[in-house]
């Protein structure tokens, strides 16, 4: 069984600092893929890395997938309230047979 | 163009009863799945469909649940005699398949039910 591993659980951090939350396995993934979670709402795509080194950028967030394809981080700098909620990574499976695994996600704060 | 449409958003059944949670898939879309999340946890993988087909269960306990996408309507999730264990939120997500090697797997989600087992 594939797990991914997201750290830290929870994050409460003042608005203007900078963060960095974590995304790890032992197993190789083909694709990771980070999205963002609202209370009451379902999860929203942010993006998806594919290859080991990638790094992408959306705005004030760095996405980074490690030269292996085990491990994932997401930085945002300068957060804002508006950056508030569940950071969850999901993993795609080398044979891309199985559907997606996800972690139990970085619960984020930012406190204006 | 709608989402991933779900409903009902909440919904509360007495233990024994059974819970029906439906979900309509982006226009296009036609592999559905569903997940299941409970609180501080993140998404537990249950069922892949496509229209008519069950393409992976894996995630799906052996007995109570039931999922099927009929040719026409709605994707359904079937809970039969819940317990209070059941109370979750239930997400559905839609993708659109392409051939293996294009697929980005990317999911659209919807906003999820919400089942409360008294």
Redesign the interface.
Known sequence: TQLLEQSPQFLSIQEGENLTVYCNSSSVFSSLQWYRQEPGEGPVLLVTVVTGGEVKKLKRLTFQFGDARKDSSLHITAAQPGDTGLYLCAGEDLGGNTPLVFGKGTRLSVIA | NAG?MQNPRHLVRRRGQEARLRCSPMKGHSHV?W?RQLP??????MV?LQKENII?E??MPKERFSAEFPKEGPSILRIQQVVRGDSAAY?C?SSQYTD?GA??????????SRLTVL
């Open positions: 991933v799945y997940y501080e946890e993140g998404l537990k993988f892949y992976d894996s995630g997400f997500a293996r697929n980005t797997g990317e999911l659209f989600f919807g906003e999820g």
